[in-house]
T-cell receptor, first 114, second 115 residues
Framework: QKEVEQNSGPLSVPEGAIASLNCTYSDRGSQSFFWYRQYSGKSPELIMSIYSNGDKEDGRFTAQLNKASQYVSLLIRDSQPSDSATYLCAVNTGRDTGFQKLVFGTGTRLLVSP | EAQVTQNPRYLITVTGKKLTVTCSQNMNHEYMSWYRQDPGLGLRQIYYSMNVEVTDKGDVPEGYKVSRKEKRNFPLILESPSPNQTSLYFC??????????????FGPGTRLTVT
């Protein structure tokens, strides 16, 4: 089982719709979770981080975390063509003080059509 | 401007010719890391550094070396590059506190081709 799993997509949504991206992880000890957006050939750009169960909202983006189900999601409201990119889920599986091991999923490609 | 820089951005080289990819950050971050990204395999960690003179292997360290002599710099060294090291490389940095990792910020990437 992969440590961090995402559906590769593509996920196609019309402009203005809600895009829902999902991620599951295997390490129950994981404490921090991130969503990155990556345009083709560019570097990953952090868009959301979440550390506790529940929802975290930032503009059009909402991250949701359910540690019991080992599940993280990202909702993008009012999707725009400029949101078309690959979205990477990343999980910090490190447990020791100051230790960081960020494991990435392979990403979900999102296509927003005008 | 807070940033992570990498050089060169593009490099074509031949098998066995030693090369170094530089990485520098101006955010006074303790933690730095190197990743490679390949189609279908996602981002995989090569090496990371918790602070000056403290480095450790990631998931795919074979064929790579690193050093951390200064807090801001974390160069990636390929002593004898091979074609299977053709990839897109990213350097990243973050601060860290306790068991909660702070966000990692990525450099622009270095596209390496080894022929």
């Amino acid at each position: 089982q992969k440590e961090v799993e995402q559906n590769s997509g593509p996920l196609s949504v019309p402009e203005g719709a809600i895009a829902s991206l999902n991620c599951t992880y295997s390490d129950r000890g994981s404490q921090s979770f991130f969503w990155y957006r990556q345009y083709s050939g560019k570097s990953p750009e952090l868009i959301m981080s979440i550390y506790s169960n529940g929802d975290k909202e930032d503009g059009r983006f909402t991250a949701q975390l359910n540690k019991a189900s080992q599940y993280v999601s990202l909702l993008i409201r009012d999707s725009q063509p400029s949101d078309s990119a690959t979205y990477l889920c990343a999980v910090n599986t490190g447990r020791d003080t100051g230790f960081q091991k960020l494991v990435f999923g392979t990403g979900t490609r999102l296509l927003v059509s005008p | 401007e807070a940033q992570v820089t990498q050089n060169p951005r593009y490099l074509i080289t031949v098998t066995g010719k030693k090369l170094t990819v530089t990485c520098s950050q101006n955010m006074n971050h303790e933690y730095m890391s190197w990743y490679r990204q390949d189609p279908g395999l996602g981002l995989r960690q090569i090496y990371y550094s918790m602070n000056v003179e403290v480095t450790d292997k990631g998931d795919v360290p074979e064929g790579y070396k690193v050093s951390r002599k200064e807090k801001r710099n974390f160069p990636l060294i390929l002593e004898s590059p091979s074609p299977n090291q053709t990839s897109l490389y990213f350097c990243a940095s973050s601060s860290s506190m306790g068991t909660i990792s702070y966000e990692q910020y990525f450099g622009p990437g270095t596209r390496l081709t080894v022929t």
